[in-house]
């Protein structure tokens, strides 16, 4: 029994883990997100206390320990990633119906292109991060 509940601490782990990735295609990540990390915390919580009592009962406890510690390491790299790679914090530069700031770049084929070019039009701007 208490390997088990190690197991649905790492389970509890997981999910939040599977629950961020799947948000971020749909573009709905947290800036901060507190919700993930607080059931990622219960779940090693639930993992420490499924090794403790099998530590106590004497058997098990090795199993349950490895639990604990992939959680509890799932965790701690999922900390680190937020850390080191947050979200941008702040407000947006432009706005929507903002006077299109000037600016000059190269186009696929290396022709510069000038947003002076566009006045009068309406305009989307979509950049993409990447180096292709």
């Known amino acids: ?6 197991a649905v601490g790492l389970l509890l782990v997981l999910g939040a883990w599977v629950q ?11 800036v901060r997100p507190r919700g ?8 090693v919580l639930l993992s420490a206390c499924g090794t403790w009592l099998a530590w106590r ?9 490895v639990l604990l510690a992939v959680g509890s390491g799932l ?3 999922f900390i680190y990633l937020i ?5 941008p914090d702040g407000d947006l530069q432009v706005a929507v119906g903002d006077q299109l700031p000037s600016f000059a770049a190269s186009d696929v ?24």
């Open 83 to 87: 850390r080191t790679a947050p979200l």
């Open 57 to 65: 009962g004497g058997t098990g406890w090795i199993g349950a320990a």
């Open 1 to 6: 029994m208490p390997a088990t509940i190690a």
């Open 109 to 132: 084929d290396g022709r510069t292109f000038r947003s002076e070019e566009l006045e009068g039009q309406r305009v989307l701007l979509k950049f993409f991060r990447g180096s292709w």
């Open 75 to 77: 965790m701690a790299f």
């Open 36 to 43: 993930t990390v607080t059931v990622q915390s219960l779940g």
């Open 20 to 30: 961020y990735l799947a948000s971020i295609p749909e573009e709905r990540v947290a």
